[in-house]
């Protein structure tokens, strides 16, 4: 069955380190994968969107890279800052009107 | 511009009783989804809704819970009778583009359920 993992235990780093998650899926050919943001309380924001021709999207201090090869993507947030905490999420669709699926979200927790 | 909008913010019931969630999205967004999240595990779609038609109901349970949009507007998701199981907080999101994953959700803040 189609399976999408992220770090499960929350990742703690330094203010002003890059932060880098992981997701890795399995039995899946996605099109397309998205990153989201998730606060207590709150539904999910999205970051960033990639293809799966395309192998690396900037936003400001994110980053993302698709490697279809290794079914896996990375999530990087250079200069993080306290502000960046939350959880984030991965989420896959395989295009058109197929269902996105999520992974269970990473918390990351940014020490001042 | 106002967000997707969700009503109640927290529900608590007990077994048996119905509840009724409503999702009001983004103006002008054809496409509006429902998701549950159950206590530690991920996102689960449930329904896309374009427009008024149901595109895809394959995440829905069983069939206590029913999901309406009538007018291609707001849209309900009614669960009876509720069964412990399902407890989580659900989601609704809303897109404007044709398609799920190569456009931007916007999802709502939640309704937590809480069935006793």
């Known amino acids: 069955s189609q399976k999408i993992e992220q770090n499960s235990e929350a990742l703690n780093i330094q203010e002003g380190k890059t932060a880098t998650l992981t997701c890795n899926y399995t039995?899946?050919?996605?099109?397309?994968l998205q990153w989201y943001r998730q606060d207590p309380g709150r539904g999910p924001v999205f970051l960033l969107l990639?293809?799966?021709?395309?192998k690396e999207k900037r936003k400001e201090r994110l980053k993302v890279t698709f490697d279809t090869t290794l079914k896996q993507s990375l999530f990087h947030i250079t200069a993080s800052q306290p502000a960046d905490s939350a959880t984030y999420l991965c989420?896959?669709?395989?295009?058109?009107?197929?269902?996105?699926?999520f992974g269970t979200g990473t918390k990351l927790q940014v020490i001042p | 511009e106002a967000g997707v909008t969700q009503f109640p913010s927290h529900s608590v019931i007990e077994k048996g009783q119905t509840v009724t969630l409503r999702c009001d999205p983004i103006?002008?967004?054809?496409?509006l989804y429902w998701y549950r999240r159950v206590m530690g595990k991920e996102i689960k779609f449930l329904l896309h809704?374009?427009?008024?038609?149901?595109?895809?109901e394959s995440g829905m349970p069983n069939n206590r819970f029913l999901a309406e949009r009538t007018g291609g507007t707001y849209s309900t998701l009614k669960v009876q009778p509720a069964e412990l199981e399902d407890s989580g907080v659900y989601f609704c999101?809303?897109?404007?583009?044709?398609?799920?994953?190569?456009?931007?959700?916007?999802f709502g803040p939640g309704t937590r359920l809480t069935v006793l």
């Open positions: 999101a809303s897109s404007q583009i044709s398609g799920i994953g190569n456009n931007e959700q916007f």
């Open positions: 039995n899946y050919s996605p099109a397309y």
């Open positions: 990639i293809r799966e021709n395309e």
């Open positions: 989420a896959l669709n395989s295009g058109g009107y197929q269902k996105v699926t």
């Open positions: 103006s002008g967004h054809d496409n």
């Open positions: 809704f374009v427009k008024e038609s149901k595109q895809d």
